[in-house]
């Protein structure tokens, strides 16, 4: 299995900062990435949806003989991780857990407010691995429907960006949340903003420094980490065109090429 890929999916473009985080700390591993842009946002959805969208693309990975696949969402981390670790064959990990440990390990006055989406919020997974990691903590959570779409259109350096940022960011600056989850993938895209609202004083997390780094732990332990050259294959569920287009504001690279791969289909 060591020179089998490791896949990794999301609901659209924000698992690309996952990707870029793997690809800089594993950079001989084979990756497929598959982004579900027929359904983005997974935010609003219901648990029910959301996991049969996370299995269809699983099993699509299995057939591509990967070794592990990563649930570079957060909404799919919180709804359906427990069910794919049940119905997948090969190990699932999720953004979750490693992004509320290092909160967890990061604030200085036990204050750390979650930006998520309405579903990531509303599951209450991260308040309840930071409070396992660190019993006394206040967490705050705060939906941000809105962020996932702004960068789905390219609007992350937009006016509008800002706005919803400073109407969101209200409850956190108030709170006096000195550390700050950013509980999307997509919302790293717009951390330039995020950290100019909220100011120096505030770390900001992103799971995805983290999470490769577990991945590479992962791997060594199961002595299935590669050899040679890696490699990159990317697949998008609708108008892949317009994700390669996207991908390149995130990854800073141009895509060769981004396959349509229509869930089961």
């Known amino acids: ?10 609901s ?9 985080a793997l690809r800089r700390t594993l950079p001989h591993e084979k990756l497929i990435y598959f982004g579900d842009t027929a359904n983005v946002p ?32 957060n909404t799919a981390s919180a709804l359906a991780l ?23 390990a990061t604030t200085r006055n036990g204050r750390i407010a979650v930006l998520g989406t309405e579903a990531t919020v509303k599951s209450g997974a991260y308040r309840q691995q930071i409070l396992h990691k660190r019993p006394q903590t206040h967490v705050l959570q705060v939906p941000c429907p ?18 919803a940022a400073r109407e969101y960011l209200k409850p956190v600056l108030k709170n006096g949340a000195d550390t700050v989850i950013l509980g999307c993938t997509h919302y790293p895209v717009l951390k330039p903003v995020i950290a100019r609202v909220l100011g120096k004083q505030v770390r900001l997390v992103d799971s995805a420094d983290t999470l490769a780094q577990e991945v590479k732990q992962f791997l060594s332990s199961r002595q299935q980490q590669a050899g040679g050259k890696g490699s990159l294959a990317i697949y998008a569920s609708d108008a892949p065109e317009r994700f390669k287009r996207l991908a390149k504001h995130i990854l800073g690279t141009q895509l060769s090429t981004v396959r349509l791969k229509k869930l089961n289909a």
């Open 146 to 163: 809105l962020f996932v779409p702004l960068v789905e259109e390219g609007w992350a350096k937009k006016p509008l960006s800002e706005l």
């Open 12 to 20: 659209g473009l924000g698992g690309l900062t996952i990707l870029k």
């Open 42 to 73: 997974y935010g609003s959805k219901s648990k029910q949806t959301v996991t049969q969208f996370s299995l269809d693309i699983a099993r699509f990975l299995e057939q591509k003989g990967v070794k592990l696949i990563i649930v570079a969402c």
């Open 82 to 104: 427990h069910t794919l670790k049940k119905q997948i064959s090969v190990p699932v990990l999720g953004v979750i857990e490693p992004g509320a440990a290092k909160a967890a």
């Open 1 to 10: 299995m060591n020179n089998a890929p490791i896949g990794i999916f999301d």
